[in-house]
């Protein structure tokens, strides 16, 4: 499974990009990234997922590099309820420490 | 569709009782997961299954046990409570890593 990489913690104003990085540079070739996150105590929920190309839906768009060593999960329009536990993972749906969002009217 | 339903939603157990935690879905999902989330830390994964009859272990296995007789039922046993297994589990199930979680059953050991 890909190890990942997090930072802690982020802030983005409210209304602005939240754009969350995730390192996953052991990731093997046909390996998918998801994206989960963690609002407050309750369980998670899956945003999007990927293997090489961008993706997008009507929750976030998720941007992985050509060599597939990192992506980025973007949220466009970032709203105080945004405010979570971000955690990216590998196929093996092994999670980190995630990062903690916290949108800032 | 109920989805992922975890019985009980809240436990206080003594140490050295036993427990099961229950975890059902109604999707019809082959792949299901257990993990428990420690407070402030994220999930750490306890013992997945992709299908009926199969289990294996994750991360912290240690303490738990689990059997898959059906698609539908993925049950956490632990057999002598510690302190240390006081946490919030968490089951999940799905198809494909696109997973759908329960609300979390929260476990304390005094």
């Known amino acids: 499974d890909a190890k990942t990489t997090q930072p802690t913690s982020m802030d983005c104003a409210e209304g602005r990009a939240a754009n969350l990085p995730c390192n996953h540079s052991t990731i093997s070739g046909n390996e998918y990234v998801y994206w989960y996150r963690q609002i407050h105590s309750q369980g998670p929920q899956y945003i999007i997922h990927?293997?090489?190309n961008n993706e997008t839906n009507e929750m976030a768009s998720l941007i992985i590099t050509e060599d597939r060593k990192s992506s980025t999960l973007i949220l466009p329009h970032a709203t105080l309820r945004d405010t979570a536990v971000y955690y990216c993972t590998g196929d093996k749906l092994i999670f980190g420490q995630g990062t903690t969002l916290q949108v800032k009217p | 569709n109920a989805g992922v339903t975890q019985t009980p939603k809240f436990r206080i157990l003594k140490i050295g009782q036993s427990m099961t935690l229950q975890c059902a879905q109604d999707m019809n999902h082959n792949y299901m997961y257990w993990y428990r989330q420690d407070p402030g830390m994220g999930l750490k994964l306890i013992y997945y299954?992709?299908?009926?009859?199969?289990?294996d272990k994750g991360e912290v296995p240690n303490g738990y046990n689990v059997s898959r007789s059906t698609t539908e039922d993925f049950p956490l046993r632990l057999e002598l409570a510690a302190p240390s297994q006081t946490s919030v589990y968490f089951c999940a199930s799905g198809l494909t890593g696109e997973l759908f979680f329960g609300e979390g059953s929260r476990l304390t050991v005094l």
């Open positions: 299954s992709v299908g009926a009859g199969i289990t």
């Open positions: 990927g293997l090489k």
